[in-house]
């Protein structure tokens, strides 16, 4: 697509359930990236995936938290018996390349996901 | 470990004002920096980058130095309008890594 797409762009969710966010990113786009903003947190980074396999996973801040890519493109971040601290604008990037000077990451809108 | 550093905002300034934002970084190696742009309710857009030391990236009217003797990418413009309020994000990825690494953010205001 032209762009980085993200679905839902806002999730209202009750502490406890299970939430599944949606990453499609720009087409050809092989590295793909979530991070997380909150206020006080400013932009943590989650998660990386180069084509479907995901070599850094260390920003994950619980077990809780988990994501998938498949075909090399749509990505889902799912996050298990949502806390209220999980509030926050998940954001998803992507890049042509994942390292060095044209590690150049394009955002998409995000999703707000309110706990209460 | 690899950090950015952004003055604290809010900057509130009036149309027309000179615009100067500062960031400083710390990181191993030569790092490639970021200016990024978030506009209400909006995703975070590329404004500028520079990839290597003395590196001047520019982009709609805004400009930053990559200075590696100070460490900083201070972001300026000469005249700012209404339409530049939003919330600029400093960011640097180092040659090695992979995800970026942001500042706090400073959100900027400009009244007519």
């Known amino acids: 697509g032209a762009g980085v797409s993200q679905s839902p762009s806002n999730k209202v969710t009750e502490k406890g359930k299970d939430v599944e966010l949606r990453c499609d990113p720009i087409?050809?786009?092989?590295?793909l990236y979530w991070y997380r903003q909150s206020l006080g947190q400013g932009l943590e980074f989650l998660i990386y995936?180069?084509?479907?396999?995901?070599?850094?996973k260390s920003g994950l801040p619980s077990d809780r938290f988990s994501a998938e890519r498949t075909g090399g493109s749509v990505s889902t971040l799912t996050i298990q018996r949502t806390q209220q601290e999980d509030s926050a604008v998940y954001l998803c990037?992507?890049?042509?390349?994942?390292?060095?000077?044209?590690?150049?990451?394009?955002f998409g809108a995000g999703t707000r996901l309110s706990v209460l | 470990g690899n950090s950015v550093t952004q003055m604290e905002g809010p900057v509130t300034l009036s149309e027309e004002a000179f615009l100067t934002i500062n960031c400083t970084y710390t990181a191993t190696g030569y790092p490639s920096l970021f200016w990024y742009v978030q506009y209400p309710g909006e995703g975070l857009q590329l404004l500028l980058k520079a990839t290597k030391a003395d590196d001047k990236g520019s982009n709609k009217g805004f400009e930053a130095t990559y200075r590696k003797e100070t460490t900083s990418f201070h972001l300026e413009k000469g005249s700012v309008q209404v339409s530049d309020s939003a919330v600029y994000f400093c960011?640097?990825?180092?040659?090695?890594?992979?995800?970026?690494?942001f500042g706090k953010g400073t959100t900027l205001s400009v009244s007519s």
């Open positions: 087409s050809g786009h092989t590295a």
């Open positions: 990037a992507s890049s042509l390349f994942a390292t060095g000077a044209k590690n150049i990451q394009y």
């Open positions: 960011a640097l990825s180092d040659l090695g890594g992979t995800a970026l690494i």
């Open positions: 995936f180069q084509g479907n396999s995901a070599p850094d």
